[in-house]
């Protein structure tokens, strides 16, 4: 009795041992190591952790601020700082200054410091590109969710919509929206959230169509009959089998969407309907290349802001391109 | 099929209807109109003067009124005429529309013929430094700030940098040319190259994923198995069995791609000042020219409701479950 319990016991340990030493993955663990094999995408990752440290951790060491002006003794060469009143009488705005140790990029035209303006700039065109992608994202997948999932009129009505929305010329639209909230004396600090609203409202159009087209294959899956057999309910249905099931197609549409709105907000912006002065974005930073002689000779002015945007675009899409193929395997790149 | 062909046409008619309402109301809504643009330096100007004007331009009248107007004119097939040019608004874009039209389709073009062989080139040797060559430098076209890019090639080629090419307008100025000559034409070709090339660089990009996706996808396909298994030589194999299968797709997005094109030339005109539609409706915007800005914005959504037409029309012709729903 006594020796076939402790056989048990060992025979028990071994089951013990092999469980724990059995690596069970959860799909999530599988989509993630499906990524990190993606050199591309770790890059992408490498590259959006820093451009976030930088903006937003960046102020805090960083001596000077977004908006302000520096000026320079001109006899004596000494650089004089906004506060110091005293000297300002004699001081000239020191615009256009050399990348030096105290100014890493320069100043500008106007005399701010270009490195300061690049974090808070980034900051900007960052928080930008979440805020639109939320708005559209709310508002494409509950109304493409709405269209495929009920279809008939609701569907009909609601996909003319999407057409009347991606029909119209985006630039032009902007522009006209623009001089509106220019009339209506907004300060820019606040004319930033109703651009980035607009541009929400805009785009979800491209995010609706995706999802209903999305919901529509799914509603056909053989799950989704069995759900429809077994009787539960409507929202059951909808929040335990569809959403997690779109969930990853949401995921990949956010990612791409949020270098299309940065680099969408950095046009706009570059020319002067998006963010506008004194606060500082990395497209009206570029915007200082149509002066002829800053383009020819002060390249530490356009070019950083212009790579900024290059490299944060191009990380977005490389994330989201490696998460497209972390989802789905099968389609593998 | 007649009967859904039918329905598709009224529905798109519904669609722009409504494009052209909002799009008009929005317009409308612009605080200063063309009368107050116009007339904002000159001193001598009573208020009387500028109401009598906008009588003139029919600017008097309220939001819904004015759009029945316009929407009457556009029975008529006249679209009515552009404030600042004092023309009919057909004849404007008839004449600034070549310039586009060629940037447009030369553009289409190239990025054809750099997409379609790099993204077959891309799928046929996947995973090789070739593959993440090209879909490296993909991913950069896309990402690249037109305005951006622009500038880079202004500086590097232009006047300041190696002044190889001009890098604005559409002829030298200062040099005459007596008729159509071929001189003249590689004027007009040198300044095109870098808007070309702008448009290129940063549009060829979702073709060339496209392609290379649906050229992966077809060459896992059982019959490619079959051909190669037959011993048909892999050229065949790819460019006569492979290609083909791809081909329906890609020309749906090339058609898709087109209105894109015109209502980029906003920007890329813009920054390399061709006297283009897009260029001039930046102006318009800026002028509040409504009936020109209505006139060009709905010309781009009839070309993007075109597009969706024929895209739905030749689903339904492929699939006839499509019809019946």
Redesign the interface.
């Known amino acids: 009795m006594e020796e076939k319990n402790t056989v048990n016991t060992q025979h028990q340990a071994a089951i013990d041992e092999l469980e724990k030493n059995q690596v069970i993955l959860t799909p999530g663990q599988l989509v993630m190591r499906r990524f990190f094999r993606n050199k591309l995408a770790v890059i992408g990752v490498c590259i959006l952790v820093f451009m976030i440290l930088f903006c937003f951790i960046g102020p805090l060491f960083y001596p000077y601020s977004e908006t302000e002006l520096f000026y320079i003794n001109e006899e004596t060469g000494e650089q004089i700082r906004m506060y110091e009143t005293e000297k300002l009488k004699t001081a000239i705005l020191y615009t256009r200054a050399p990348m030096s140790a105290e100014h890493w990029l320069g100043t500008d035209d106007m005399g701010y410091d270009v490195l300061a303006r690049l974090m808070y700039g980034g900051q900007i065109s960052l928080m930008v590109g979440f805020v639109v992608v939320i708005v559209e994202m709310l508002i494409g997948v509950t109304l493409g969710g709405v269209a495929g999932y009920y279809g008939g009129k609701i569907d009909m009505i609601i996909m003319r919509l999407v057409e009347i929305f991606v029909s119209i010329p985006f630039i032009p639209l902007m522009l006209i929206i623009s001089s509106l909230l220019i009339s209506m004396k907004i300060s820019p600090s606040v004319k930033i959230y109703y651009t980035m609203f607009i541009m929400g409202v805009i785009y979800w159009a491209g995010v609706a169509r995706m999802i209903r087209g999305n919901i529509l294959s799914l509603r056909e899956m053989e799950y989704m009959q069995a759900a429809e057999a077994a009787g539960i309910r409507t929202s059951r249905k909808i929040f335990r089998h569809l959403v997690p099931n779109v969930m990853p197609l949401i995921i990949v549409m956010a990612t791409m969407d949020l270098g299309g709105v940065i680099l969408m907000e950095s046009t706009m912006s570059y020319l002067g309907i998006g963010v506008s002065a004194p606060f500082a974005s990395w497209g009206n930073m570029v915007s200082a290349v149509t002066n002829d002689a800053i383009m020819r000779n002060f390249l530490n002015i356009w070019v950083p802001p212009g790579l900024c945007i290059l490299l944060t675009v191009l990380a977005f899409n490389f994330v989201g391109d490696g998460l497209r193929d972390a989802f789905d395997p099968r389609m593998k790149r | 099929m007649r009967q859904y062909i039918i329905r598709r046409i009224l529905?798109s008619l519904?669609?722009?209807l409504?494009?052209s309402i909002?799009?008009y109301t929005?317009?409308r809504?612009?605080?200063?109109d063309y009368v107050d643009m116009s007339t904002s330096s000159s001193i001598n100007m009573t208020d009387e003067m500028r109401e009598n004007i906008r009588a003139l331009y029919g600017l008097d009248k309220g939001i819904v009124e004015g759009y029945i107007d316009w929407l009457g004119g556009i029975f008529r097939g006249d679209l009515g005429m552009s404030l600042m040019f004092r023309r009919p608004v057909v004849e404007v874009i008839g004449q600034y529309a070549p310039v586009t039209f060629t940037v447009a389709f030369i553009a289409l073009v190239f990025q054809v013929l750099i997409a379609i062989p790099l993204g077959i080139l891309a799928a046929k040797k996947?995973y090789s430094m070739t593959d993440?060559t090209i879909?490296?430098l993909v991913?950069?076209g896309?990402?690249?700030?037109?305005?951006?890019f622009a500038?880079?090639l202004?500086?590097i080629f232009g006047f300041?940098g190696l002044n190889l090419l001009p890098i604005s307008g559409m002829l030298t100025a200062r040099v005459n040319y007596d008729g159509f000559t071929f001189a003249k034409f590689l004027d007009y070709a040198k300044h095109l190259i870098l808007p070309i090339t702008c448009f290129v660089i940063t549009g060829c990009g979702g073709l060339l994923r496209y392609t290379r996706?649906n050229m992966?996808?077809v060459l896992n396909a059982d019959y490619i198995r079959t051909a190669r298994a037959k011993g048909v030589p892999e050229r065949t194999v790819i460019y006569s069995h492979a290609f083909r299968n791809t081909l329906i797709p890609i020309i749906t997005i090339v058609g898709s791609t087109l209105p894109s094109l015109?209502?980029g030339a906003?920007?890329t005109e813009?920054l390399f000042a061709l006297e283009g539609l897009g260029n001039i409706?930046?102006r318009a915007?800026?002028m509040?020219d409504v009936p020109y800005?209505m006139g060009?914005?709905m010309f781009?959504?009839v070309l993007?409701?075109a597009g969706?037409l024929i895209s739905d029309i030749l689903y339904a012709a492929a699939d006839p479950r499509v019809r019946l729903s």
């Open positions: 529905i519904i669609v722009l409504g494009v909002m799009l929005l317009i809504l612009m605080p200063s996947q993440y879909v490296t991913f950069i896309i990402s690249l700030p037109i305005f951006f500038a880079i202004k500086r300041y996706t992966l996808e015109f209502s906003a920007i813009g409706a930046l915007s800026y509040a800005l060009f914005n781009i959504a993007t409701v969706f």
